[in-house]
């Protein structure tokens, strides 16, 4: 069980800070991770993640010290690949998931990533609906790719993210989940 109890969602959102993945983060991330998935990824591969440098990028939303959730991203030339996301199970639907992915869509800006590409499974119709606010659309079927129940897995492409619709599209997402990102990019080109 998480130690947070479930707070006002505003107030909440505006004391998360979204830090990079880091191996003392790794206990937390892997209680979330057991929690979220029927077939959790191991330790070994969130530290292999870790180790690869700058093809990818792993960031953890932080209340205080406690982690309350994670995502992570394979970078190959102009795209990027969503490897996974999850939130404490206790903590759904409080914009946090929307958060971590607002701050891997302004990572990919920075890097002039233009497209993004994820698996969901076909029944993992919460997720999808939290994908398609961010306009990834249906592009395939992994048939089977669920190794423990079967389950297909559906592709989905978010496409133009470079461009001034897709800029648009995120700062409304931001606007009405009360995330305010554009004002700490704003200090730290400032401040360094
Ligand atoms: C998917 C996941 C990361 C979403 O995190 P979250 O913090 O709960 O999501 P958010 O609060 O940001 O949701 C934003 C929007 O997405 C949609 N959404 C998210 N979860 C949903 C659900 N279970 N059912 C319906 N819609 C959902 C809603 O439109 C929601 O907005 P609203 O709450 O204002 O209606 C979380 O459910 C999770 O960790 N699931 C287990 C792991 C997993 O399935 N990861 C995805 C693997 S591809």
Known sequence: MSELQKPDVGRFLSLLE????????LDQV?????????NPWSR?????????GVTRSYIVALR?????????????IDEAHITNIAVDPDLHRMHIGTRLLCEMVRRAW???IRAITLEVRVSNLGAQRLY??????????????YQENGEDALIMWAYDIDSA????????????????????RRRRHLWG
Request: aromatic share 10%; glycine share 10%; net charge positive.
């Open 64 to 76: 205080g010290r406690v982690v309350v959730g994670y995502c992570g991203t394979i970078y190959v």
């Open 110 to 112: 920075d890097r002039k």
């Open 165 to 184: 619709e897709y800029h648009e599209r995120i700062l409304n997402i931001e606007a009405k989940a009360g995330i305010d990102l554009e004002s700490g």
């Open 132 to 145: 398609q606010k961010f306009g990834f659309q249906p592009a395939g079927i992994r048939k089977g790719y």
């Open 30 to 38: 892997m209680d979330i991770e057991r929690r979220a998935y029927p």
């Open 18 to 25: 979204v830090v990079p993945m880091r191996r003392k983060h």
């Open 44 to 52: 070994s591969i969130f530290e292999s993640e870790l180790s690869q």
